[in-house]
């Protein structure tokens, strides 16, 4: 299985630091934080600013209306074409989680009907291609602990701040 077409790329700062965005004609199918920036494959046709279609500008826009605690939910089209079926029944639970609140791994994994798969919602939330349009940051261990999120704790607890600040 290769790579999607990307038809639209863009780097952007962020209060958590440089976002890479990139699309296909599907909708958005990756958003790289700080040091994950490389894992987008490079495109010999785009270079960062190429906007090649609309929904590149209106995921800019949507997620600096996120930053400045204005948008609590992404009405964005998500490619996921590259996740397994179980990744995308998890990242369908995660949409569902409310701005501003966390749940546990193990309550992931009632949602989707597998109340012993905390672990393995551990690694699909790892995975996920799209943090913070997906909101895996919003899960967090037992007893509320912060742990595992790819990008790093410090981002999580950045992103759960920002949240709490601007939460009704």
Request: glycine share 10%; hydrophobic share 40%; aromatic share 8%.
């Amino acid at each position: 299985m290769g790579h999607p077409v990307l038809t639209s790329y863009t780097e952007i700062d962020s209060p958590i630091g440089r976002l890479a965005l990139a699309a296909t004609a599907g909708g958005i199918c990756r958003l790289s934080i700080g040091r994950f920036l490389d894992e987008i494959p490079p495109h010999p046709a785009l270079s960062p600013g190429d906007l090649a279609q609309p929904v590149g500008e209106r995921g800019i826009a949507q997620l600096n209306e996120y930053f400045q605690g204005t948008r609590r939910q992404f009405d964005l089209p998500l490619d996921l074409s590259l996740v397994t079926d179980f990744q995308a029944k998890v990242f369908e639970t995660l949409r569902r989680i409310p701005y501003g609140e966390t749940v546990s791994y193990a309550w992931v994994a009632g949602q989707i009907g597998q109340p012993k798969a905390a672990r393995a919602i551990g690694q699909a939330c790892h995975a996920n291609p799209l943090p913070i349009l997906i909101p895996c940051h919003r899960v967090v261990g037992s007893g509320g602990k912060l742990v595992g999120f790819a990008p790093g704790v410090e981002v999580k607890r950045k992103l759960l701040a920002l949240e709490y600040e601007f939460k009704d």
